[in-house]
């Protein structure tokens, strides 16, 4: 009898109990143009990681777009790399200040630098290809 009871009582299904930090990670995994969408709307609520990722994203883009135009303008050496960073930081820095995601000013420079050595290995690589690709091939 206690075997076909506790067998019985196995069987169910648990349910599982989603705490308050689960709700954030969920939210995070959203598409990125759902994140784009909700970037364009004046007073939307955000979490930190949701914008980290749009920034984050946002400054890839930065980094293959600035690769390409400083190989198809021939720029070389340190102004190169100067030039990006303080692009990919103006940009990255103006992008979520324009849009008012409502964070607080301690928030400033992790958001600053989220994404930064993705984005500048993204820019040194495109920048060669495109580099070698207009002027030595």
């Not at 980094?63 to 400083?70: A, F, K, S, T």
């Not at 190989?71 to 102004?79: C, K, L």
Request: aromatic share 14%.
């Amino acid at each position: 009898r206690k075997g076909a009871k506790a067998s019985a009582t196995s069987n169910k299904i648990a349910t599982p109990v989603v705490a308050a930090s689960d709700k954030s990670t969920e939210e995070s995994t959203r598409p990125l143009g759902a994140l784009w969408a909700q970037a364009q709307q004046r007073d939307s609520d955000w979490n930190k990681q949701d914008i980290a990722r749009l920034v984050h994203i946002v400054r890839q883009v930065i980094g293959v777009l600035c690769g390409i135009i400083w190989g198809i303008v021939p720029v070389v050496g340190w102004p190169g790399i100067v030039g990006f960073l303080g692009t990919s930081v103006g940009l990255g820095y103006l992008f979520f200040a324009v849009h008012q995601f409502g964070v607080s000013e301690e928030w400033y420079w992790d958001l600053t630098t989220e994404g930064m050595f993705p984005s500048f290995a993204l820019f040194v690589v495109t920048w060669i290809f495109t580099y070698n690709a207009m002027h030595i091939v």
